[in-house]
């Protein structure tokens, strides 16, 4: 992908140092709007200096510069899509450290995301703190049981990074994978969870939502049941993607309660997808008794738009899910995604993905992009 200038080595090293210390400093609890909106801009700015294909999109969409953008709300979204068209990013190709397999179901073809060192390590710092924040907010280390691949098995997927990040800085040393190159491992996964039940210490169980409900289903075939001792708790995100039945929250936190013996204030979603570095988890931990959304993060926000004017709706109202996060220095930090979603308690809760006119909408600003982006 063709590069301008943009800014010196020094300059964008300061910029990913304002981030890092913004991202180590805020209150998870009560967004700082003023900075986030300071920093979003700044990123803008350096992004449609850095990344050609961007700036012709932009302008495309009659942003003619840094100048004509005065909220992060202004930022013009890139479409989800456009890794999967080519490199999105906003240095050499040749100075990527990670590189990942773009998010979507077994019918897509993948694209790749590429991190640069700066990239990865505010990725790494807002993970963590997210993670601390809504799902340990009450442990300082727990025993993870992980449901999902090493990094060795899924070099190219950050779900992978992300647990071996999450059991490297707040996982105790039982934690332990319960997966296998030939997949999932349930009969030894239940051994570890009854290993738990005799010790009474509590355990974090990590899996996709699509892996529970097959592990929940493996359960109810054989009788089998658990009651994890207080203070467990289980995180799943990812969906279904057509790889289980789909399940309603409800029913999910129903089944959770009844097979792990784990209550709904818990049971934590999390939404995070490879071409974004920010996780959003809900609320239920943190703050039970409130109602279940996920919060918005001090680093990153998602605004819920119209579809096709890419207007902010009205809490309460489905729209499309754009991202905005500022740990996506070195790619584009504004995203639109092909997720559904609702605003919701100074938050928003995902609701499935876009069709039919919805659908339209993202497809026609994907046209935009491939028009801006010019011959390949």
Same mark, same amino acid.
């Given at each position: 992908?063709?590069?301008?200038?943009?800014?010196?080595?020094?300059?964008?090293?300061?910029? +990913?140092?304002?981030?890092?210390?913004?991202?180590?400093?805020?209150? %998870?609890?009560?967004?700082?709007?003023? &900075?986030?909106?300071?920093?979003?801009? #700044?990123?803008?700015?350096?992004?449609?200096?850095?990344?050609?294909?961007?700036? $012709?999109? %932009?302008?495309? =969409?009659?942003?003619?510069?840094?100048?004509?953008?005065?909220?992060?709300?202004?930022?013009?979204?890139?479409?989800?899509?456009?890794?999967?068209?080519?490199?999105?990013? %906003?240095?050499?190709?040749?100075?990527?450290?990670? $590189?990942?397999? &773009?998010?979507?179901?077994?019918?897509? /073809?993948?694209?790749?995301?590429? =991190?640069?060192?700066?990239? *990865?390590? !505010?990725?790494?710092?807002?993970?963590?703190?997210?993670?601390?924040?809504?799902?340990?907010?009450?442990?300082?280390?727990?025993?993870?049981?992980?449901?999902?691949? /090493?990094?060795?098995?899924?070099?190219?997927?950050?779900?992978?990074? %992300?647990?071996? $990040?999450?059991?490297?800085?707040?996982? &105790?040393?039982?934690?332990?994978?319960?997966?296998?190159?030939?997949?999932?491992?349930?009969?030894?996964?239940?051994?570890?969870?009854?290993?738990?039940?005799?010790?009474?210490?509590?355990?974090?169980?990590?899996?996709?939502?699509?892996?529970?409900?097959?592990?929940?289903?493996?359960?109810?075939? #054989?009788?089998?049941?658990?009651?994890?001792?207080?203070?467990?708790?289980?995180?799943?995100?990812?969906?279904?993607?057509?790889?289980?039945?789909?399940?309603?929250?409800?029913?999910?936190? *129903?089944?959770?309660?009844? /097979?792990?013996?784990?209550?709904?204030?818990?049971?934590?979603?999390?939404?995070?997808? /490879?071409?974004?570095?920010?996780?959003?988890?809900?609320?239920?931990?943190?703050?039970?008794?409130?109602? =279940?959304?996920?919060?918005?993060?001090?680093?990153?926000?998602?605004?819920?738009?119209?579809?096709?004017?890419?207007?902010?709706?009205?809490?309460?109202?489905?729209?499309?899910?754009?991202?905005?996060?500022?740990? !996506?220095?070195?790619?584009?930090?504004?995203?639109?995604?092909? +997720?559904? @979603?609702?605003?919701? @308690?100074?938050?928003?809760?995902?609701?499935?993905?876009?069709? @039919?006119?919805?659908? $339209? @909408?993202?497809?026609?600003?994907?046209?935009?992009?491939?028009?801006?982006?010019?011959?390949?």
């Amino acid at each position: 992908m063709p590069q301008n200038a943009g800014l010196d080595a020094g300059a964008v090293g300061q910029l +990913d140092h304002d981030i890092l210390t913004f991202i180590e400093s805020a209150d %998870c609890d009560n967004p700082d709007e003023p &900075t986030f909106d300071e920093l979003a801009l #700044r990123v803008f700015a350096f992004q449609f200096s850095s990344c050609d294909p961007y700036r $012709r999109f %932009c302008e495309r =969409r009659g942003v003619t510069g840094p100048v004509d953008v005065t909220s992060w709300r202004e930022i013009p979204a890139l479409p989800s899509q456009a890794y999967k068209d080519g490199v999105v990013a %906003c240095f050499p190709e040749d100075e990527a450290v990670g $590189r990942y397999r &773009t998010s979507g179901t077994s019918s897509s /073809t993948p694209g790749t995301v590429l =991190r640069d060192a700066g990239t *990865e390590r !505010l990725i790494a710092a807002a993970q963590l703190r997210a993670h601390r924040h809504w799902l340990l907010p009450d442990v300082e280390r727990i025993t993870m049981l992980l449901a999902v691949p /090493t990094p060795a098995m899924r070099p190219r997927a950050t779900i992978a990074a %992300c647990m071996a $990040r999450f059991v490297e800085h707040h996982g &105790t040393g039982r934690s332990r994978y319960v997966i296998d190159e030939t997949g999932m491992d349930f009969k030894g996964l239940a051994a570890v969870l009854h290993a738990a039940e005799a010790s009474g210490d509590p355990v974090a169980v990590y899996a996709t939502s699509y892996t529970f409900v097959h592990f929940f289903d493996w359960c109810a075939e #054989r009788g089998e049941g658990f009651t994890l001792p207080p203070g467990s708790r289980i995180n799943h995100g990812s969906g279904y993607k057509g790889r289980s039945r789909a399940v309603a929250p409800e029913e999910f936190h *129903e089944t959770s309660a009844r /097979t792990l013996g784990i209550e709904p204030s818990h049971d934590v979603n999390v939404l995070g997808i /490879t071409e974004t570095g920010a996780r959003f988890f809900d609320n239920v931990l943190r703050h039970p008794g409130e109602p =279940r959304h996920k919060p918005q993060q001090p680093w990153a926000r998602v605004r819920i738009v119209d579809p096709l004017t890419l207007e902010d709706q009205p809490p309460g109202t489905p729209g499309q899910m754009v991202h905005v996060d500022l740990t !996506l220095r070195g790619n584009v930090l504004a995203l639109q995604t092909d +997720d559904l @979603g609702v605003a919701r @308690g100074g938050g928003f809760e995902i609701l499935g993905r876009l069709d @039919g006119a919805e659908a $339209r @909408g993202c497809n026609l600003t994907m046209e935009e992009y491939l028009a801006a982006r010019g011959p390949a």
